[in-house]
């Protein structure tokens, strides 16, 4: 079964660029990529999801690279609410694995 | 809208009970999933219905859990016999229509502690 691997934690300054990234190297070609997040004692919370093309929402962008094996999951400006557990899954195969912790530094 | 509502938010059970956690996805939703998460770990999926039946129960760990939609909208989380090592928060999850392209909504989850 394709996997996702993503860092276990990353610190980012508040309102500065976050960069997340997950490698999903066995990636099939119908794959889609989503993105969740998981603040304390909530469930998950979508993102955004792509498939090849990068994409744009209100709360992030996804970039994917060209061979799909990897993407990185982009905050523009990181404020103290982004402080949350992020999930790269690839979509149809409900694996989330540890995720990567966002510490936000104010 | 309402979203997905899950109850009872906090259950304890003594080791040997047997538990039922509900799951009322969004309306008009297709597909349900129930994930298990631990403590510090990620979501790990359970099974998935969609609509009424039953595609998918590999995540189930054993044959003491068990999972129902007979009419293809709430949901229920069986567990007999619990065991210590079933503690955990219980996530279910609900979808639009086809599991590839859709994102899920969870609930707030249940978590479950076995004494």
């Known amino acids: 079964d394709a996997k996702t691997t993503q860092p276990n934690s990353m610190e980012s300054n508040e309102e500065e660029p976050v960069h997340l990234p997950c490698n999903h190297s066995t990636i099939s070609g119908t794959d889609y990529i989503h993105w969740y997040r998981q603040l304390p004692s909530q469930g998950p919370e979508y993102v955004i999801h792509g498939l090849t093309s990068n994409v744009n929402n209100r709360m992030a962008s996804l970039a994917i690279a060209e061979d799909r094996k990897s993407s990185t999951l982009i905050l523009h400006r990181a404020t103290l609410r982004d402080a949350a557990v992020y999930y790269c899954?690839?979509?149809?195969?409900?694996?989330f694995g540890t995720g990567t912790s966002l510490t936000v530094i104010p | 809208g309402a979203g997905v509502s899950q109850s009872p938010r906090y259950k304890v059970a003594k080791r040997g009970q047997d538990v039922a956690l509900r799951c009322d996805p969004i309306s008009g939703h297709v597909s349900l999933f129930w994930y298990q998460q631990a403590l510090g770990q990620g979501p790990e999926f359970l099974t998935y219905f969609q609509n009424e039946a039953q595609l998918d129960k590999s995540g189930l760990p054993s044959d003491r859990f068990f999972a129902e939609r007979p009419e293809g909208s709430v949901s229920t989380l069986k567990i007999q016999r619990t065991q210590q090592e079933d503690s955990a928060v219980y996530l279910c999850a609900s979808s639009l229509a086809r599991v590839f392209t859709y994102e899920q909504y969870f609930g707030p989850g249940t978590r479950l502690t076995v004494t």
């Open positions: 899954i690839l979509r149809n195969q409900f694996y």
